[in-house]
């Protein structure tokens, strides 16, 4: 049962329907799901057909993505499932759109993931406007979250979720934790319309800070969502204190949420780096047919 206190939202990172079904089991409650490229690529059925050498095709893989979060909705029909666009360093605002509307058609509970790059906002820009959720991925810092703040503006309250990533901060020795509490911070002051859900969970203490930090949605691998039952899903006393030790500061700016999302600064090496990973583990998937 979800521990009465607790009024973060969280949802399961993964990319198996199984893992899904067994980690509502174990906590006896789920707010939703987040999924990636990644995720999908490690899907049990799709290794078992790697393993047998039979890659995807392009119509397949779109299929089999679409099967998997046809899956994971109906198991989470008042939840809400992210679905990730294809985006490489190169992919333009327009056919990253064109994916997210058709993505948005599979379920009824959909968030579009598009990366927090210039493209990838412009196309959330667009996105809003016609009508879809969006979920802003690979963020890493808070001029980021401020730009998605503006670009998604006039958004209703639960369409616009921005995802930090912490551990691939920490991975670094970055506090990545000083962006939850900074986003937060920003936030405050706005008109609340964009949620933030702390992603890149790697240990028990990011999802226990990040509750305490009041991060509206946390989305935490099954890995770590074991251990947190496993405990008896404990949560964060006015005493917790979060293990920064060695991780260096990330400061709090002071941003004017009312300007224009292009005049914030939004470039982020990881953000580029997570594409570029993102776009190749899908490809790996595939069997490409030569012309
Ligand atoms: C979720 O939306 C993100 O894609 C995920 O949390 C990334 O996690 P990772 O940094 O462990 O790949």
Redesign the pocket.
Same mark, same amino acid.
């Not at 992603?199 to 790697?202: D, G």
């Given at each position: 049962m979800k521990p009465k206190d607790l009024t973060s939202k969280i949802f399961i990172?993964g990319g198996d329907p199984e893992e899904t079904r067994e980690i509502m089991g174990l906590l006896g409650f789920l707010d939703g799901q987040?999924t990636?490229p990644?995720l999908i690529s490690k899907n049990p059925e799709a290794r078992k057909r790697l393993d047998r050498g039979e890659k995807f095709s392009e119509r397949e893989i779109i299929d089999f993505y679409h099967s998997v979060v046809k899956e994971i909705s109906g198991m989470l029909p008042a939840g809400s499932v !992210?679905v990730e666009v294809y985006a490489d360093p190169e992919t333009k605002a327009e056919q990253m759109l064109s994916q997210g509307k058709m993505m948005f058609g599979w379920i009824p509970n959909a968030h579009i993931?598009f990366p927090s790059a210039p493209e990838g906002l412009k196309a959330a820009e667009q996105a809003v406007k016609d009508g879809l959720r969006v979920n802003m991925?690979l963020c890493f810092s808070q001029e980021q979250a401020a730009a998605v703040y503006a670009a998604t503006r006039g958004a209703l309250k639960g369409n616009v979720f921005v !995802?930090p990533?912490v551990? *691939?901060l920490d991975d670094r020795r970055e506090n990545g934790m000083d962006v939850i509490a900074n986003i937060i911070r920003m936030y405050r002051k706005s008109d609340g319309h964009v949620e933030v859900l702390t992603? !890149?969970? *790697?240990s028990l203490d990011h999802l226990l800070y990040a509750i305490k930090l009041g991060s509206d949605i946390i989305?935490v691998p099954g890995k770590i969502l074991r251990e947190w039952a496993g405990k008896g899903l404990p949560m964060p006393g006015s005493d917790y204190n979060y293990p920064a030790a060695g991780l260096k500061a990330i400061p709090y700016k002071e941003l004017d949420l009312g300007r224009d999302w292009r005049d914030f600064d939004i470039s982020h090496d990881l953000t580029v780096k997570g594409m570029k990973n993102f776009s190749e583990d899908w490809e790996s998937l595939i069997r490409h047919t030569k012309h």
């Open positions: 990172d987040t990636n990644t !992210s993931k991925t !995802s990533f551990g *691939r992603a !890149s969970v *790697r989305t």
